[in-house]
Nanobody, 117 residues
């Protein structure tokens, strides 16, 4: 069973930075895609950024130039570097991974990011 455990969320003033981490129980090379999603209260999760097995990245327009996704396959960890944080970035952030072989999508438990004015 794949387990994804996020960490690094918290309270930060607008303009500040946070780095989210997602530790996977298995090798990150077993995943075709990994990504970060966020969810506002009462809404569906939306994609923030994703990274393919080959390192190809994709970002939501709202975070381009501010967020950077990366993966360390040696440490089986996914990261999201968030800079110039805005109040609108306040949400619960979830790590996700898609199995390369089964295409099952797995989720972490989520970590709260709160940006204050």
């Amino acid at each position: 069973q794949v387990q994804l455990v996020e960490s690094g969320g918290g309270l930060v003033p607008a303009g500040g930075s946070l780095r989210l981490s997602c530790a996977a129980s298995g090798s990150t090379l077993s995943f075709s895609h990994m990504g970060w999603y966020r969810q506002y209260p009462g809404t569906q999760r939306e994609l923030v950024a994703s990274i393919g097995r080959d390192g190809t990245t994709n970002y939501a327009d709202s975070v381009k130039g501010r967020f950077t996704i990366s993966r360390d396959n040696a440490k089986n960890t996914l990261f999201l570097e968030m800079n110039s944080l805005q109040i609108e970035d306040t949400a619960v952030y979830y790590c996700s991974a898609v199995s390369y072989t089964t295409l099952n999508q797995y989720w972490g438990q989520g970590t709260q990011v709160t940006v204050s004015s």
